[in-house]
């Protein structure tokens, strides 16, 4: 879940390509990006959403799909995730293969991380220095448009995420919205002001730093880099190791779903104070455990105490955390909203600079 990661040494002897990139950067030699007025191919159905690529990466598995939306996926498939040249060679296949009949207007990218996503940076598009093996510095963006020759959007698996939740998902229309996925990893991103939050580089949401009581819960915690930030301390692989058992074996009344809450809850206490989300919608396979967001509401509003004055934490917080609704596809949905809401800021920009040059 976009873990951060040390930029290796001596870079990862790839070519540094300038990606294509939906957005407004720079013009860049030869690349297509969705707001130049170039045509791109793809068709729009009934003057509705246009068909877009879909790409989940995820550190087991690829998802793809080919649609509008979730009421209107015209193909699917997944590729295991192994060398990054096989893999990405495989979803490109799928794509050509598929764009024989119906072209697409774009692809969107959600990705694990860490990645580039500067639009000014030469790597932009790469996954920058990653512990999964082969992936660092990997060009995702510019080997999926040379090979497809479409505009691609890419950002993180998280991010990407809470706007297919925003789109379409538990998140409908909820600005800023923060989307937290508890799993294998623990990451978060989240939309702001319409579109996915980025700064510095992306939110890390899963390696901030929660309180450990060393006494309660002797776990030294995972993470490679911290030890025990949240992701170390309540991931899957930490729960299952500070347990000794799988994580679906422990029954809901087992201890371990009371720790759990408290650091989940802790995690997002401190999301509500930093970022200030309208809604928090939660995701991934820990949190499918039906026990764990009613403890998680119940420990946050404890550690809130009140302070922060929003009716829906004080008197409606089962409203304020809320499970995701769009499953195992959030991420490949998230995918699809990426590519759309590109086209159609790109869409908006060319409209403007049309009526400006209407107006002069
Ligand atoms: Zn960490």
């Not at 998140?171 to 508890?182: A, E, K, N």
């Not at 993470?223 to 301390?233: A, I, K, S, T």
């Not at 949905?333 to 049309?354: C, E, P, Q, Y």
Request: aromatic content about 4%; hydrophobic content about 40%.
């Amino acid at each position: 879940m976009s873990r951060p990661a040390r930029r290796r040494a001596g870079g990862g002897g790839r070519p540094v390509g300038h990606g294509p990139r939906i957005g407004d950067g720079q013009r860049l030699g030869g690349a297509q990006r969705i707001g130049a007025d170039q045509r791109v191919g793809g068709q729009r159905v009934g003057g509705g959403e246009p068909v877009v690529g879909a790409i989940e990466i995820g550190g087991t598995k690829v998802m793809c799909a080919i649609g509008t939306g979730p009421g209107d996926l015209r193909a699917e498939t997944r590729v295991a995730t192994t060398a990054p040249d096989e893999t990405l060679s495989r979803v490109a296949t799928f794509f050509t293969e598929h764009a024989a009949r119906e072209p697409v207007a774009a692809i969107g990218i959600a990705s694990f991380g860490p990645l580039d996503l500067d639009e000014r940076s030469a790597t932009w598009g790469h996954i920058t220095a990653t512990p999964k093996p082969g992936w660092s510095h990997t060009d995702v963006a510019g080997a999926l448009h040379r090979a497809l020759g479409v505009p691609v959007a890419v950002d993180t698996d998280v991010n990407g995420a809470a706007l297919g939740e925003h789109r379409w998902g538990a998140g409908r229309g909820i600005d800023p919205l923060v989307y937290v996925t508890i799993g294998t990893g623990i990451g978060g991103g989240g939309g702001i002001n319409g579109r996915p939050m980025h700064g510095l580089v992306h939110p890390e949401m899963g390696h901030v730093r929660v309180p450990h009581d060393r006494e309660a819960d002797a776990f030294a915690g995972l993470c490679p880099f911290h030890g025990d930030c949240l992701e170390g301390l309540a991931s899957g692989p930490a729960m299952r190791e500070r347990w000794g058992a799988p994580v679906e074996s422990l029954p809901a009344d087992h201890p371990a779903w009371a720790l759990q809450a408290r650091y989940v809850a802790l995690g997002l206490a401190n999301i509500v104070c930093t970022l200030s989300p309208r809604r928090i919608v939660v995701g991934g396979g820990i949190a499918a455990q039906p026990a764990l967001l009613p403890m998680v509401r119940a420990e946050m509003a404890a550690l809130l105490a009140g302070y922060v004055q929003a009716r829906v934490l004080l008197d409606d917080i089962d409203s304020y955390v809320v499970s995701a609704a769009l499953g195992e596809r959030a991420g490949v949905l998230g995918a699809m909203a990426l590519a759309l809401d590109a086209l159609a800021r790109a869409g908006r920009r060319r409209h403007g600079r049309r009526r400006r040059r209407a107006r002069h």
